[in-house]
């Protein structure tokens, strides 16, 4: 099963203090035992990078890049998704989408991915899931 993996999924894993680090490590765990392959694009590693760097510091940039970033499958990114996801933004027209939520909606429905790895609203109101994985 593939599984795709969002920012806010990412970064929850890996900050001790975030308000849903349980549920994520939990979902973690499940993956883990399950055999699910979680998928994400190289904007999700960028923004996750950045989010990392600019609230907590480079040891968790550094612990995402040594220990999650190997069990990830990544899209890279090239002309191509970039133009479609700026076009399902424009579309959708709704400022509190970002470019990023918007390619990983377009990853997904090419790649017929039902389920995130996220704590972001945005997916559930794109008719995605996000469902607690526990065992």
């Known amino acids: 099963m593939n599984i795709f993996a969002d920012t806010s999924g990412l970064f929850a894993l890996l900050v001790k203090n975030d308000y849903m680090y349980v549920r994520a490590r939990e979902n973690f765990n499940y993956f883990a035992e399950n055999n699910v392959q979680l998928v994400t694009t190289s904007f999700v590693l960028v923004e996750t990078t950045a989010l990392l760097q600019s609230r907590i510091g480079l040891a968790p940039v550094n612990d995402f890049h040594s220990k999650i970033l190997p069990l990830l499958e990544i899209i890279w990114v090239d ?56 065992g």
């Open 79 to 134: 002309d191509k998704w970039y133009k479609k996801a700026v076009q399902r933004l424009v579309a959708q027209n709704d400022k509190n989408i970002s470019l990023v939520d918007a390619l990983s909606f377009e990853i997904m429905e090419a790649f017929q991915i039902e389920f995130a790895f996220a704590f972001d609203k945005h997916f559930e109101e794109n008719g995605f899931a996000t469902a607690n994985f526990q």
